[in-house]
């Protein structure tokens, strides 16, 4: 299995995998992990620390993409370069991870501010759908 298609599963599953501040350490509680995984994860570390910042490059590229929409729907700019980095990072993580990265910022998106960054003219998504169950990063 490849670390993305590995992070995916666990983002599936609610297990959110984080950088520590210094960008060094993995941060995840210990609970939430099989021995097996702690000892992939340990294994390709070099490469997970690189897979995680990405990641975290992602979730800021997503959720800045949420507040540009909230805000005005003519960033045109704005857009086009949100689209050339989503590109990039999408390549980076894998489309899976991404997507699943997306769908998880937007369901807590939704539940900060009340607004789905998805849906247009308050229509049901699979966003808001799913954001009616508790968020498993609660």
Known sequence: MSLSSLLTDLWQRG???RLSEDGLRI???RH???REVRERLCQDKPEVLKLLAHVD???ALIRNAFAVMVHTLSAERGLREL???QARLTDELGPALATVIRDGEARQWRQETGLCPVCVDD???DVCVEGEAADPRD
Do not use: G, I, Q
């Open 83 to 85: 689209a050339d980095d």
């Open 27 to 29: 941060v995840v509680p």
């Open 15 to 17: 297990v959110v995998l």
């Open 123 to 125: 229509a049901s998504c």
């Open 32 to 34: 939430r992990l099989s």
């Open 57 to 59: 490059e992602y979730r």
